[in-house]
């Protein structure tokens, strides 16, 4: 005789006779509930790849895609269909979704995939790989890039919904967030970011709220979990974690710094929506909308340039910052800018400057300051560049006043410069290989004829602020060559139009093709005057200028030994020819800068950046936190990783998934022989299987001798084994029970009676089980549980079981055709 519960016709009868199968309840709002709580989640976390990917573009097909599959899932399940009918749906709609924001063209009524979307979908996926292997984040959110997110995204969905529904365990999920977020995490200098942390907290907060809310657990007191005290217990919880992770984080090396939560301080405003270097200058400059408003003023003769940040890592694709975080120093006390000059040579000045709602992790500041005093928070500055960088804060409403000196400058005195470079660190002369002809041809043809550096540098500024190229803010978009790389370069240099990243790139990279070290300074180009006045200590009532996003600007630097970094103006209409290197007789030279209503005269030109005198010191090994980073090794690594952990806890998955289906069995004339089947599994996974021939009272007798006397230790277990035992023979082999206002099924008279629910008594099995077993089997029974390991052998052998026996029945009658030879 047979323990399996598996149903006979024999016991369907039964039950219906008993009526142990009440009418189906209705599904409620639990599905509703869930793929709400699922969308904020995957959306919240979503939140953190602003930054991977570039702008806010990209979100909105993210936020269709997750908001489709979340709530199509949601609606099969409204009706009843079965768990794997419903996670098949989630990826028929992930594709159907997919297929109509970027297929729709290739497509049968706009969702349906057909041969030409499979093609299409090829050259997608060909155009994110290029993304990611050729792009440092941010990378540009092009279509293929945006549909492989869209993609992993709508699988995250499918996956924390199984999580949370079919498998019952709403706990997990977090794997499936943590997948999101480990991306940002690693690729971006802020990490994840306040907002994405807070989203995919909010969202997991609600998943499990919502699991037990809706399908408590029955090994708890389901009532408990909805009195305000455990709420309030939970929030106490919740608070202390918080406060534990902010005072821990302090003593930890490496979580000193930052903001909260990946450092130590809580900043919901982050540290990287402001000015970020060569990336979001376009489109400030394409939407000038006048945000990041900062306001200065200054005892100088004109308006300044006002410097964020250096860009000199050039690797032929784009720009990018070196931040050189192993050579930065803290800013206090006095900068040295290495300066050889005299200081009866310098000129110094005095900037006040108010940095309003511009937020960035860079301190805009007249080159070279000095020294910076009334700033908030830590800063570092870094020797070779003379940057200034927050450690644990932003540039956000921030007032300070920076001391700059500015040597005097003369086109005499930079054609004199001609000596043979020294210490110049490979940052600011590498080219690339892949430099196009049409760059190489220019420069020589440009700056060729030059006999000394400045001859070469004003040859080359003279060509681009020629007549034969205009300032345009349309046409390297329109023209398809917007950013700053070479070959976006050799358009730049075919079309003759584009902005002031192109013109800087142009003479940078030329510069530096002509032998001259040249890196790019990003900023805001001279502002307007405001006709207000500031009081500095000091200095009395100095005039007040203002920027905003509609100056953002960028210029090429150059280096001249014995000189320094000496800034020029290549963009034609933009910003301020300094006077070294100005043309008297070329009618390009602007007379005033052209930066909004209100005109500065140009009657004294305004310094540009001030140079450093001395040579750049080497930096040290720290490299920039994006430069070189390519996404797709680690994407492929992380996946590897994630895929590999979830077949190592696969046994342990599909053993959680089944006892939760029993212990919270949808139809509850059912709830007998499915305790029954996980008392058989407990035993198995402990090593107590049972035999085929046994009967369930002489199984139990089995069980029960693993915990000693009945009076001992386990008395719980042994009173568990003999409830559970009596039920399952009452349910199998009893006689029907009518049913009546306070019966349920088979077994439930037992629990009215005084009788604890089968989740208690298999609790208390369970732990005496685990009490009694070895280091071992406990191992074991969680992560590689004979009962589940079973059924996949049987399974991974059925079909060689049926192919042996078809094989033998093959020979069979082959022998019994074969004619009988006569003696």
């Known amino acids: 005789m047979t323990i399996a519960p598996a149903r006979s016709p024999e016991t369907g009868q039964h039950q219906q006779a008993a009526g142990a199968s009440p009418a189906r309840s209705r599904v409620g709002a639990f599905p509703w509930a869930m793929a709400l709580a699922v969308s904020v989640a995957v959306c919240g976390a979503a939140l953190s790849l602003n930054g991977v990917l570039r702008g806010w573009g990209w979100y909105w097909p993210v936020l269709t895609t997750v908001l489709a599959v979340s709530f199509t899932l949601a609606s099969l399940r409204a009706i009843r269909a079965q768990p794997l009918l419903v996670t098949a749906g989630g990826f028929l709609s992930l594709a159907a979704i997919l297929t109509l924001t970027f297929f729709r063209g290739s ?3 706009g969702f349906i995939p057909t041969p030409a979307t499979f093609t299409e979908l090829g050259r997608f996926i060909r155009r994110a790989s290029e993304t990611v292997l050729s792009e440092t984040a941010p990378v540009a959110p092009n279509a293929g890039i945006v549909m492989v997110m869209c993609a992993v995204l709508g699988l995250a969905v499918i996956l924390v919904d199984a999580l949370a529904v079919p498998l019952g365990m709403p706990a997990a999920t977090g794997v499936g967030l943590f997948a999101i977020l480990v991306v940002p995490a690693v690729i971006k200098p802020q990490s994840v970011g306040f907002w994405g942390f807070t989203g995919a907290v ?35 919880t919740g608070a202390a974690a918080l406060v534990a992770a902010q005072l821990v984080a302090l003593a930890i090396p490496g979580f000193d710094q930052g903001t909260f939560p990946q450092g130590s301080r809580l900043n919901p405003w982050g540290t990287s929506t402001g000015l970020n270097p060569m990336i979001t200058l376009g489109n400030s400059l394409r939407a000038p909308d006048g945000s990041g408003r900062i306001t200065y003023a200054t005892n100088a003769a004109s308006p300044l340039y006002l410097r964020s940040v250096t860009v000199d890592n050039f690797d032929g694709e784009s720009w990018g910052p070196d931040d050189r975080n192993a050579s930065r120093l803290p800013l206090v006390g006095q900068i040295d800018p290495g300066y050889a000059a005299p200081a009866s040579d310098q000129v110094q000045q005095v900037t006040a400057i108010d940095t309003g709602s511009f937020n960035s992790p860079y301190l805009p500041a007249p080159y070279a300051p000095e020294s910076v005093r009334g700033l908030d928070g830590r800063w570092t500055w870094d020797p070779a560049t003379l940057s200034i960088k927050g450690s644990d804060t932003t540039s956000r409403r921030q007032e300070y006043v920076v001391t700059s000196s500015v040597p005097n400058l003369s086109a005499d005195l930079l054609a004199q410069s001609s000596a043979p470079l020294r210490n110049i660190p490979e940052d600011f002369t590498r080219i690339p290989g892949n430099v196009p002809e049409i760059v190489r041809t220019t420069a020589g043809t440009v700056a060729g004829p030059g006999n000394t550096p400045y001859q070469k540098a004003m040859a080359i500024q003279r060509y681009l602020r020629s007549a034969e190229f205009t300032y345009s803010l349309q046409s390297p978009v329109q023209n398809g060559y917007d950013g700053n790389g070479l ?18 790139s142009a003479m940078a990279v030329m510069a530096r093709l002509e032998g001259i070290p040249s890196r790019i300074a990003v900023g805001y180009a001279p502002g307007r005057l405001t006709r207000a006045t500031v009081t500095v200590a000091g200095q009395g009532a100095l005039p007040e200028f203002e920027v905003d996003a509609r100056d953002a600007h960028a210029w090429p630097e150059l280096y001249f030994q014995g000189v320094g970094w ?14 070294y290197a100005s043309e008297s007789s070329s009618p390009s030279a602007p007379g005033a800068v052209d930066n909004g209503d209100d005109l500065v005269p140009d009657a004294t030109p305004a310094p540009a950046p001030a140079p450093s ?24 690594g992380a996946g590897a990783v994630l895929g590999a952990a979830l077949l190592a806890a696969s046994p342990h998955l599909v053993r959680a998934a ?9 139809n509850p004339g059912e709830a007998v022989p499915l305790a029954w089947s996980e008392v058989v599994d407990l035993g198995t996974d402990f090593g107590v299987a049972p035999v085929p021939s046994e009967t369930p009272r002489a199984y139990a007798g089995r069980l029960r001798s693993r915990f000693g006397e009945p009076g001992g230790m386990d008395a719980a277990a042994h009173r568990a084994v003999g409830v559970l035992t009596s039920d399952f023979e009452r349910y199998r082999y009893g006689r029907p029970q009518p049913a009546g206002p306070n019966t349920g099924g088979p077994g439930r008279e037992r629990q009215d009676a005084g009788g604890a629910d089968p989740a208690e008594h298999i609790g208390a099995l369970e732990f005496a089980l685990r009490c009694n077993a070895t280091r071992w089997q406990r191992f074991r029974a969680a992560w590689l549980p004979p009962s589940v390991m079973g059924r996949l052998g049987r399974m991974v052998a059925a079909p060689f079981r049926a192919a042996g026996r078809l094989l033998a029945a093959t020979a069979k009658a082959a022998s019994r055709a074969l004619p009988v030879r006569s003696r």
Do not use: N
């Open 107 to 109: 497509s049968v009524l």
């Open 202 to 236: 909010a969202g997991y907060l609600m998943i499990l709220a919502f699991s037990q809310w809706f399908a408590p657990d029955p090994r708890t007191q389901a009532d408990s979990a909805r009195t305000p005290g455990q709420v309030r217990r939970a929030a106490l």
């Open 487 to 504: 070959s976006v370069l050799a358009d730049f240099l075919e079309q003759k139009s584009g902005y002031c990243i192109h013109y800087a």
């Open 566 to 579: 000496v800034p020029f103006e290549p963009t034609p209409s933009r910003g301020v020819v300094p006077g």
């Open 613 to 636: 005198a001395a040579p750049v010191p080497v930096p040290g090994t720290g490299g920039g936190t994006d430069a070189g980073l390519q996404l797709l090794p680690f994407l492929i």
């Open 658 to 666: 089944a006892r939760t289906c029993r212990l919270r069995p949808r």
